[in-house]
């Protein structure tokens, strides 16, 4: 077992969670169809994820364990990420315990680390249901303990795959999943911490179908509208939340009591790192005062927070009195580079940087502060398309439609945004700039980061890689001999125009212009009639993009 296994894998989580985000959200209807179960995880695997990486390089599989799951239960949202929090935490007491059982290997960790995470999940919830994420931790939990003999790989491949499976059954146990026709939310979002594994001790990404409903097809049960109650008993207006810091263990039995008096859905978690015993407390319940005034009383109180269902309820509804926007039509893009900025600002679009990359929110944000009745968004590749549906939805309203354009390039977004046409109606100026788009074929070369098998053959650390789209098709230690294969390729099947889009060392070097000027040759020489065009993008994490029409 390594220690850097468990930062990867917490930053792969966050990151499988961030991209799963909306699906997540919109599964969740139980207990609460607040439609935030998504977000909660994110935001509890996030945290542990930052502290992870926060650990001194020197730290021990233990140390790294426990910082995740110290700041997963300090940070932990929701009934979900609560109980996200318990898995942590059954991880960190495994490492504690292999550590004192001088068995550090992975399978030890991730079958003592399921198991002890399901004991304390189910623990930790005042009334454990069938049909939920308890059941699939379980099941993850077993298969753990039936494949450690076998390889590393191997037992997690099986772990994901028979969790896939128990999450497949969990509408058939729980009748609020059946009703709204879902699988359930916090149950997908474990599959993705498991696929996650896979994915860093293989390098390979389990496929898994889109869990957005499971009636496809017709079915004889309807579904669930947005004021209908979820089949729940629950008439509780608030959640709330807060941690409680040298908290007498004996008193948390007494205050799960209370609080299951006053509220519903109540769950209660600790930690038992050396700092001493941390509890995060979540609680539904139309007592919001007296449910932290309980908590007072049990321990040193922190982070409270208090949310009420039926405002979070009304602000997710689209606004009929929004004002009407102020112009008619915008075009929003993500970008890389400061030339990229000016050039992009210059036809006209409204601009998201994304050199550090770019969150499905700043995105919504950038599409509202366009102010338009009709909004057009190119992600030029920046974010995938799970989290493009996340951003539709947070940004369309009743005064605002939202057009994405499949550009996965800035070169195919500036193609696009030529026959960009205001005075058309909207969706024949979308359907040309998207037939623009689809039109220009498009390649890149860049740096190699490390070594790899491409369709090219075997490339290696610091080589250049020519790109078609998304597959490598060059391999090359000159920059203009790369630049120049590509562009062969490129223009096989002809082309009357090639835009290039500079990176943002390419100017900065001798060999920069020299790259430049001998493509120009190379065009004039094998390719005559193509016309070039040279744009000083800037891009950081490529030598140069180049464009075909």
Request: proline share 3%; charged share 20%; hydrophobic share 45%.
């Amino acid at each position: 077992m390594n220690p850097q296994l468990l930062r990867d894998w917490a930053r792969a989580s966050a990151d499988g969670l961030s991209a799963l985000r909306g699906e997540i959200n919109d599964l969740n209807v139980f207990p609460i169809p607040d439609s935030d179960t998504g977000s909660n995880m994110v935001f509890t695997m996030t945290a542990a994820a930052d502290a992870a990486e926060e650990t001194d390089e020197s730290a021990s599989v233990a140390q790294v364990a426990r910082a995740i799951a110290d700041a997963a239960v300090a940070n932990a949202r929701g009934n979900s990420g609560i109980i996200l929090s318990q898995v942590l935490v059954g991880l960190a007491d495994a490492a504690d315990l292999a550590t004192s059982d001088a068995d550090q290997t992975f399978n030890r960790l991730w079958s003592t680390g399921l198991r002890l995470a399901s004991l304390a999940a189910v623990r930790a919830v005042s009334e454990p249901r069938e049909g939920t994420v308890l059941t699939v931790l379980r099941v993850a939990a077993q298969t753990a303990a039936e494949y450690q003999p076998a390889s590393a790989a191997d037992q997690a491949r099986a772990v994901a795959d028979d969790s896939a499976e128990a999450l497949e059954h969990t509408p058939e146990q729980l009748a609020e999943l059946a009703h709204a026709g879902v699988v359930d939310a916090g149950g997908r979002g474990l599959l993705a911490l498991l696929d996650s594994m896979v994915l860093v001790l293989t390098g390979v990404s389990n496929k898994r179908r889109p869990y957005r409903g499971i009636l496809v097809g017709g079915g004889d049960l309807t579904g669930h509208d947005f004021d209908e109650p979820c089949g729940t008993d629950s008439e509780m207006d608030f959640e709330v939340m807060y941690c409680l810091d040298s908290s007498a263990g004996e008193r948390i039995g007494r205050l799960r009591d209370y609080l299951n008096e006053i509220g519903d859905s109540v769950v209660i978690v600790g930690d038992s790192s050396e700092s001493g015993e941390r509890f995060s407390v979540h609680v539904h319940t139309s007592e919001p005062g007296k449910a932290v005034e309980a908590g007072t009383v049990v321990g040193q109180m922190s982070d409270v927070r208090i949310t009420c269902f039926a405002l979070d309820a009304l602000r997710a509804q689209p606004d009929g009195n929004e004002p009407p926007p102020r112009h008619r039509r915008a075009v929003v893009v993500a970008v890389k580079g400061d030339g990229a900025e000016e050039l992009f600002s210059e036809a006209g679009a409204a601009i998201v940087r994304a050199d550090d990359g770019v969150t499905a929110s700043v995105f919504a944000d950038a599409i509202r502060v366009a102010d338009a009745a009709h909004v057009i968004v190119m992600a030029n590749g920046v974010l995938p398309a799970q989290e493009l549906v996340s951003v539709a939805a947070e940004a369309r309203s009743s005064q605002r439609s939202v057009v994405f354009i499949p550009t996965l390039s800035m070169v195919q977004c500036l193609s696009a945004l030529a026959v960009h046409d205001s005075s058309e109606s909207p969706d024949a100026d979308a359907y040309a700039m998207a037939e623009a788009a689809a039109a220009t074929r498009w390649g890149s070369v860049v740096v190699s980061k490390r070594r790899m098998m491409t369709l090219a053959g075997l490339c290696d650390v610091g080589d250049l890689l020519g790109f078609i789209g998304s597959d490598a098709l060059v391999i090359g230690s000159d920059p203009l001999a790369a630049t120049t294969a590509l562009v062969d390729l490129l223009l096989a099947t002809g082309g009357e125009l090639m835009t290039v889009l500079a990176g943002g060392g390419l100017r900065e070097t001798d060999s920069g212009a020299t790259v430049l000027d001998g493509l120009t040759a190379h065009l004039r020489d094998r390719h005559p009639g193509v016309e070039l065009a040279v744009y000083e993008a800037g891009q950081q994490d490529q030598v140069l993009q180049v464009g075909v029409e």
